[in-house]
């Protein structure tokens, strides 16, 4: 069984600077394309940057140029820098597996952009 570990959120002001990690335990790590999702309060899971496992990437456009998205086969783990954050950039942020049926959701890690 796949579990999801996230960490790495917390309060930043605008303008700042966070990485977020990911460490998947139980399956293939490496076999598999990774996403970022994020949920921001009263809003839907949105997908924020994927990265598949010949390296290919790809962003949202809200955060095209701010965050970047890497991973380490050797830790079973996903990346997640950002950078310039804005207010806009504040939900939980979770990682998953991208294009085939997601495994069970992670606790995720609360980034909070905030003066």
């Known amino acids: 069984q796949v579990q999801l570990v996230e960490s790495g959120g917390g309060l930043v002001q605008p303008g700042g600077s966070l990485r977020l990690s990911c460490v998947v335990s139980?399956?293939?790590?490496?076999?598999?394309?990774m996403g970022w999702y994020r949920q921001a309060p009263g809003k839907q899971r949105e997908l924020v940057a994927t990265l598949s496992n010949s390296g290919y990437i790809n962003y949202a456009d809200s955060v095209k140029g701010r965050f970047t998205i890497s991973r380490d086969n050797a830790k079973n783990t996903v990346y997640l820098q950002m950078s310039s954050l804005k207010a806009e950039d504040t939900a939980v942020y979770y990682c998953?597996?991208?294009?085939?049926?997601?495994?069970?959701w992670g606790q995720g890690t609360q980034v909070t952009v905030s003066s």
């Open positions: 998953n597996r991208y294009g085939d049926a997601p495994w069970s």
């Open positions: 139980g399956r293939s790590f490496s076999a598999n394309a």
